[in-house]
Nanobody
């Protein structure tokens, strides 16, 4: 069973940057599509970004295109999300997700979730 542990969340002012990391256990990290989802208070969990197993393809939600960058280092079993030009609407708990789909975009496509890391953007 995979274990996903996120880190890097915190409090930042609008316009600032954060880099989230997700450390995955297991020897088959490079076999899975990975993604980031987020959930704001009172809202449903939503797709943010995904990346294919070897990192050749990425997808982003329209709301973060041009500001966020997803990447992975398969030698370190780690997934990243670089977040720039942060806005108050980006405030949410961010979850790392592992999937058998090459680029998961839907919650039902996710096999394993991390515990989440809080990102708070102040105006």
């Amino acid at each position: 069973q995979a274990q996903l542990v996120e880190s890097g969340g915190g409090l930042v002012q609008a316009g600032g940057s954060l880099r989230l990391s997700c450390a995955a256990s297991g020897r088959t990290f490079s076999s899975y599509g990975m993604g980031w989802f987020r959930q704001a208070p009172g809202k449903e969990r939503e797709f943010v970004a995904s990346i294919s197993p070897i990192g050749s393809m990425t997808q982003y939600a329209d709301s973060v295109k041009g500001r966020f960058t997803i990447s992975r280092d398969n030698t370190k079993n780690t997934l990243y999300l670089q977040m720039n030009s942060l806005e108050p609407d980006d405030t949410a708990v961010y979850y790392c997700a592992q999937s058998l789909y090459p680029q998961p975009e839907q919650i039902k496509q996710v096999n394993y979730w991390g515990q989440g890391t809080q990102v708070t953007v102040s105006s």
